[in-house]
């Protein structure tokens, strides 16, 4: 069987096998409710980087990336851990600028 292109399908079983809800997807971004992480589609479909928020509990990081991890291989995604992001409001706007940090 082979990984769509941009499974979301799959990655929203993934998140709820978590008991966590998709919030808001925008093209390669999937939100994640309570924003303590989100996830992004690569260019090929089995590829899912997970991003953590820099305000999320680095405590928590490992083991919320391992449990991703071993439900992703069930749908034979390939999740791997880029590193950290913020999400900060634009002023006057309704727009959100969001700036990633490798590990």
Not at 11 to 22: K, M, N
Not at 61 to 76: C, F, H, M, N, P
Request: glycine fraction near 6%; hydrophobic fraction near 35%; proline fraction near 4%.
């Amino acid at each position: 069987m082979s990984v769509p292109y941009r499974p979301l399908g799959y990655i929203r079983e993934i998140v709820a096998s978590l008991g966590l809800d998709v919030t808001y997807v925008y093209e390669d971004l999937v939100y994640v409710q309570h924003n303590a992480f989100l996830l992004q589609m690569g260019e090929r479909g089995e590829d899912v980087f997970l991003y953590f928020n820099t305000e999320s509990a680095p405590g928590e990081r490992d083991a919320i990336t391992e449990q991703l991890r071993k439900i992703g291989v069930t749908r034979q995604l390939q999740i791997q851990r880029k590193g950290t992001y913020t999400m900060t409001q634009i002023p006057d706007e309704e727009n959100i600028r969001i700036e990633f940090f490798a590990d």
